[in-house]
């Protein structure tokens, strides 16, 4: 069984900066792209950011120049820096990661999620 948890979410001031991590586990023969996503109340999940198993990255331009997502292969975790905060950035965070699996033989990839972190920027 394959899980996705996050960590790293909390209460921070405008400008301030917060690191957020996300390890996979259980029985996983491979990862290739893995991202950021965020969502607040009555809107939809939005993409943050991708990396991918080459490490290119893609941003939303709401967090360009501001967000940092990087990756370590060895413990199949993705990080995702974020400086210079700013009150809209507020949400429930996910992490994402297309995983591959075996089973009987096959080999199948599917898309995981993670619980969800929450990242309040206030005052």
């Known amino acids: 069984q394959v899980q996705l948890v996050e960590s790293g979410g909390g209460l921070v001031q405008p400008g301030g900066s917060l690191r957020l991590s996300c390890a996979a586990s259980g029985s996983i023969f491979g990862i290739r792209t893995m991202g950021w996503y965020r969502q607040t109340p009555g809107k939809q999940r939005e993409l943050v950011a991708t990396?991918?198993?080459?490490?290119?990255?893609n941003y939303a331009d709401s967090v360009k120049g501001r967000f940092t997502a990087s990756r370590d292969s060895a413990k199949n975790t993705v990080h995702l820096q974020m400086n210079s905060l700013k009150p809209e950035d507020t949400a429930v965070y996910y992490c994402?990661?297309?995983?591959?699996?075996?089973?009987?033989?096959?080999?199948?990839?599917?898309?995981?999620w993670g619980q969800g972190t929450q990242v309040t920027v206030s005052s």
């Open positions: 990396i991918t198993t080459s490490g290119s990255t």
């Open positions: 994402n990661a297309e995983i591959i699996t075996n089973s009987g033989g096959y080999y199948y990839t599917n898309d995981y």
